[in-house]
């Protein structure tokens, strides 16, 4: 990765593309909500070792597919941040119906 992004709105259009096939962006959106579901759930019902799952849920999903479908390295290994809160926008944006539309104001 060449390029270095210095704000989450020119990192957007980056990640994006690294999440190319719709297989990707599905298994994505899946590990994320899994990963806030845990989350979520060891904060209202305990026990609070599920919120340590968390992150093995959601990157786990993400990497694996990176590997497998994309063929690609993870952002996560360089903009820690900001493929976090990309992973959230798209996940987001998926279960709102419009990250279609997002994709194709992308050129994607």
């Known amino acids: ?12 259009p980056f990640y ?9 962006r599905a298994v994505h959106v899946a590990g ?3 990963g806030l579901l845990l989350v979520l759930a ?3 019902a305990g026990p609070w070792w599920l ?5 093995v849920a959601g990157y786990g999903c993400a990497w694996i597919s990176h590997m497998a479908i994309e063929r690609n390295r993870p952002a996560t290994f360089t ?13 987001w944006l998926a ?3 419009r990250l279609g539309a997002e994709l ?3 050129g994607l």
């Not at 990765?1 to 957007?12: I, K, L, N, P």
């Open 79 to 91: 903009y820690p941040a900001w493929s976090l809160a990309g992973d959230l926008r798209m996940a």
């Open 16 to 24: 994006l593309r690294e999440h190319a096939q719709p297989a990707t």
């Open 95 to 97: 279960t709102t119906g």
């Open 42 to 44: 060891a904060i209202l």
């Open 104 to 106: 194709r104001r992308h």
């Open 1 to 12: 990765m060449a390029e270095r992004f210095t704000s989450f709105a020119a990192f957007w």
């Open 51 to 55: 919120a340590l799952l968390a992150p």
């Open 32 to 34: 994320t909500w899994a």
